[in-house]
């Protein structure tokens, strides 16, 4: 993977990931085709990531990031668009928010170990839920990450999930 520092972009070196509830601009995002960047590595066909957060501006910023490091990401705001999502695109990671607004994304997490897709999962919350990590299998519980993430350590997790490309 082609993201060292220097390669990342201003604007996605110092995002911090925050779960701002009272956000009012507050609306489900839609999956989209990362848009191409100047300087960025040209992204390969499919889909390496599907994130899932229903924060607006979160989920923009993380797409973004994500892209400048070279990873074809697509989103999904909410649990149904993210089931639907996993099954069509079938991405090697997904990075799966659990307080979303049509329920929770251990949902999602559960319907992929129950169908043993080979989707790789790291899961980014704001609640420090840790104590549910055990009942899940490390082979597809990648991470389990508490929000806000430091980028480097977000990529880190990715780049691990990928088996280190």
Same mark, same amino acid.
């Given at each position: &993977? @082609? ?9 996605? *070196?110092?995002?911090? /990931?925050?779960? #701002? ?14 848009? &191409?960047?100047?300087?960025?590595? %040209?992204? *390969? +066909? ?8 229903? #924060?607006?501006?979160?989920? *923009?910023?993380?797409? #973004?990031?994500?892209? #400048? ?7 999904? $705001? $909410?649990?149904?668009?993210? =089931?639907? &999502? ?8 997904? @990075? ?6 049509? $329920? ?6 559960? !319907? ?11 899961? &980014? ?17 990648? +991470? =389990? ?5 430091? %980028? ?6 990715? *780049?691990? +999930? /990928? $088996? !280190?490309?």
């Amino acid at each position: &993977m @082609i993201c060292e520092p220097e390669a990342i972009s201003a604007r996605a *070196r110092d995002f911090r /990931m925050t779960d #701002d509830v009272n956000d009012s601009s507050h609306t489900q995002p839609t999956a989209a085709a990362p848009e &191409m960047r100047l300087n960025a590595p %040209p992204p *390969r +066909a499919g889909c390496d990531i599907l994130l899932v957060e229903d #924060d607006p501006s979160l989920c *923009r910023t993380l797409r #973004d990031f994500l892209h #400048d490091c070279g990873f074809v990401t697509f989103t999904a $705001g $909410g649990i149904r668009e993210a =089931w639907e &999502m996993v099954q069509s695109l079938k991405p090697r990671v997904c @990075i799966l928010d659990l307080n979303l607004p049509d $329920g929770s994304g251990l949902d999602v997490l559960r !319907n992929i170990l129950t169908l043993e897709l080979p989707v790789r999962v790291i899961v &980014m919350t704001a609640f420090p839920l840790h104590h549910l990590r055990p009942r899940y299998s490390n082979h597809t519980l990648s +991470a =389990w990450l508490t929000k806000p993430v430091p %980028p480097q350590q977000l990529l880190e997790a990715v *780049r691990e +999930a /990928m $088996g !280190n490309e």
